[in-house]
């Protein structure tokens, strides 16, 4: 048995179930959107799951968190904007 070294049931662990959980939802959106109908939905799922997730890796002090999903989100946020002022 091996034990578990992030932490469980105080801020961090909510945060990183309800930011995976949004991110689940935006892929399933993606896979299934053929003609786009979803995308805003997608992205701003996504959004909010790539902060959640570098919000975590804040609290952590985990740096490959924070630069995977700081990116993430930056590149989420850029593709809401585009598509939110191109409607």
């Given at each position: 048995?091996?034990?578990?070294?992030?932490?469980?049931?105080?801020?961090?662990?909510?945060?990183?179930?309800?930011?995976?959980?949004?991110?689940l939802i935006a892929?399933?959106?993606?896979?299934?959107?053929?003609e786009?109908?979803?995308?805003?939905?997608?992205?701003?799922?996504?959004?909010?799951?790539?902060?959640?997730w570098?919000?975590?890796?804040?609290?952590?002090?985990?740096?490959?968190l924070i630069?995977?999903?700081?990116?993430?989100?930056?590149?989420?946020?850029?593709?809401?904007?585009?598509?939110?002022?191109?409607?």
């Open positions: 048995m091996v034990n578990k070294v992030t932490p469980k049931h105080d801020l961090s662990w909510y945060i990183k179930w309800v930011s995976s959980f949004l991110i892929i399933c959106l993606r896979s299934g959107d053929i786009g109908v979803f995308k805003i939905y997608d992205l701003s799922l996504s959004l909010t799951g790539t902060l959640g570098c919000s975590v890796g804040l609290l952590w002090h985990d740096r490959s630069v995977l999903n700081g990116a993430a989100s930056m590149a989420l946020a850029i593709g809401l904007i585009k598509l939110i002022t191109t409607v």
